[in-house]
């Protein structure tokens, strides 16, 4: 619920209107006493000492923290796929978008649409989005924060009186689903207005044993692959997608910064890996006889780690000849996340997630794995098969609109007197995002934010108020500056 009195006709010495008006004369002001060449179309942005502090820092921050009680589960926070806990955030954030002046709907994936049409309805539209689910136990700013700093900053604008001076139609999106909880399938809101998701995936089945089709229809939306069709976009009608989300990483709060530009998101491959060897009695088949699972799945980690680590020690790395660059390596983490040994202890299996940058590394690094893989299995007399559970390529942010992003976000930072040592700086992301599935379907850029000991998907995931302001910012010089 919107509990501050912005939608107050009346316009009082102590309205939160007045004070953005005054704010906007102050700015004026100042911008012409102190930058006299400042071409600011009224300057938004530059709001004086307020910095529309309480609807870019603590409205936002409160909606947050509404948002982030809207659960499925009781003590923790759990949101999936139209899931009841879901549909109560769709209508919530259905809400922020009307009183942000948006025109919104709900389209057949379930995700959530604020639009502002521009005067100029035919040029190609901005999208600015996140998604609204989340993992189980999650915390409350992956995802939710982009989708309230962007139509926080629209608010700014509706405020102002400015939304009509937006040259382009602006669309707010909250994606249905980004993390994959409930169908194990990532990107499906995302991937549905890109136009990337098959009409077969409604017919994944959710842990309980209901399809996807099922789930869309008792919220009364189609789910037919007609209708899949309609929630895509034309590339043509498309200017650029923008999403802002937390780091998820320490890099930011290491170098004391609150705003960084990504650059690119890595390609993902997820390899379930089983070992299977024979059970043997521990006391009685002697040590150059067994053939033991556990040992050879240890042998394969170990491996998978020194490829990752090490990889100029079998690729072809040369910065000056064309080979693998420092740069290609960029990103390159291969990680073990689950391990499990049934029946008994001879079978185990272990997952492989394996994500670089550079698409040719990763696979550079699954075949050397499978290589190796396959010798050390023969030479510990166990079987071993790889399976591919997940690929997904690395997407590159537009080095156009990231530049457009960097000085949005260096303009907000300076505004908040951060102590910009160098330039705003530019990272790679590890984590997938709904910009990789929109990057299918036109340019994109991302805001990443600062956040705790880079700590995400956990209640203890926390962003600075502060830094959300930046966010607010950034986002506000970039829709003054960008449409
Ligand atoms: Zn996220």
Redesign the pocket.
Known sequence: MNSMAFSLPKISPFSPIFRLKTLIIVSIISCALVFVSGTDRGSVGNGGDELYREILRDETVERIKELGKISDADGFLERTFLSPASIRAIELIQSWMMDAGLKTWVDQMGNVHGRFEAANSTAETLLIG??LDTVIDAGMY??SM?VVCAISALKVFKLNGMLGELQRPVEVIAFSD??GVRFQTTFLGSAAVAGILSGSALQISDKSGFKMQEVLRENSLDATEESLLQVKYEPKSVWGYVEV??E?GPVLESIGCPLGIVQGIAGQTRLKVTVKGSQGHAGTVPMFMRQDPMVASAELIVLLESLCKHPESFLAYDDQCGGFTRESLAGLVCTVGEISCWPSASNVNFTVDIRAMDDTVREAIIFEFSKRLDKICDNRMVNCSTENKHTAKAANCDSELSLQLKHAAHSALKKMMVDLQGDVPLLMSG?G??AIAMSHLTKVGMIFVRCRGGV?HSPEEYVLDDDIWATGLALLQFLETST
Do not use: L, P
């Open positions: 996140s998604h992956d995802g982009g980004e993390e989300h937390i998820q984590a995002h709904d995400s």
